[in-house]
T-cell receptor
């Protein structure tokens, strides 16, 4: 059973802090990973993708991938209340199906 | 506006009814998906259509029947549903090739309640 695991949270951080969201996956054949943000009552939207080991930065967001440890993370710098949402980690398996974790709820306190 | 439109946004049906969910994408993508989202559970992939052919049927009960008449439209036909089928049904689209299949564009979802 291919799985993507996330802590459900909520992860609570003060405004301006760095929020660190983590994800582990079981399928060593997974090569590509994706972070989606889902606001309450809305559908998921893609915010970051990462395909190789290391860091990938996009504005306040940094995705990190460590394939040896089967670990993916998302860092949000200078967190804002508008970042409060559920963050879904997804891994593309060897048959190109996107497997999602159950999501981590982030709460940024003003 | 993601370029993926779902109707209806809300649907209440009895267990003996037949209804359909509709999805339309204006992004020029060749793959379309149905996902089910229930509370406290991961998004569950139900069906995948690539170039109008069904390439995935993820052990979904036969009371859910998908239809993809062309690369822009996707339907989910519902009949004899159970109360545990109540959930948010999300349609998504993507390119068909390689890692592009992980970059999904979701519709706003159809909230289904089965009485």
């Amino acid at each position: 059973q291919k799985e993507v695991e996330q802590n459900s949270g909520p992860l609570s951080v003060p405004e301006g802090a760095i929020a660190s969201l983590n994800c582990t996956y079981s399928d060593r054949g997974s090569q590509s990973f994706f972070w989606y943000r889902q606001y309450s009552g809305k559908s998921p939207e893609l915010i970051m993708s990462i395909y190789s080991n290391g860091d990938k930065e996009d504005g306040r967001f940094t995705a990190q991938l460590n394939k040896a440890s089967q670990y993916v993370s998302l860092l949000i710098r200078d967190s804002q209340p508008s970042d409060s949402a559920t963050y879904l980690c997804g891994g593309l398996d060897s048959s190109y199906k996107l497997i999602f974790g159950s999501g981590t709820r982030l709460l940024v306190r003003p | 506006e993601t370029g993926v439109t779902q109707t209806p946004r809300h649907l209440v049906m009895g267990m003996t009814n037949k209804k359909s969910l509709k999805c339309e994408q204006h992004l020029g993508h060749n793959a379309m998906y149905w996902y089910k989202q229930s509370a406290k559970k991961p998004l569950e992939l139900m069906f995948v259509y690539s170039l109008e052919e069904r390439v995935e049927n993820n052990s979904v009960p036969s009371r859910f029947s998908p239809e993809c008449p062309n690369s822009s439209h996707l339907f989910l036909h519902l009949h004899t549903l159970q109360p545990e089928d109540s959930a948010l049904y999300l349609c998504a689209s993507s390119r068909t090739s390689g890692s592009g299949t992980g970059e999904l564009f979701f519709g706003e979802g159809s909230r289904l309640t089965v009485l």
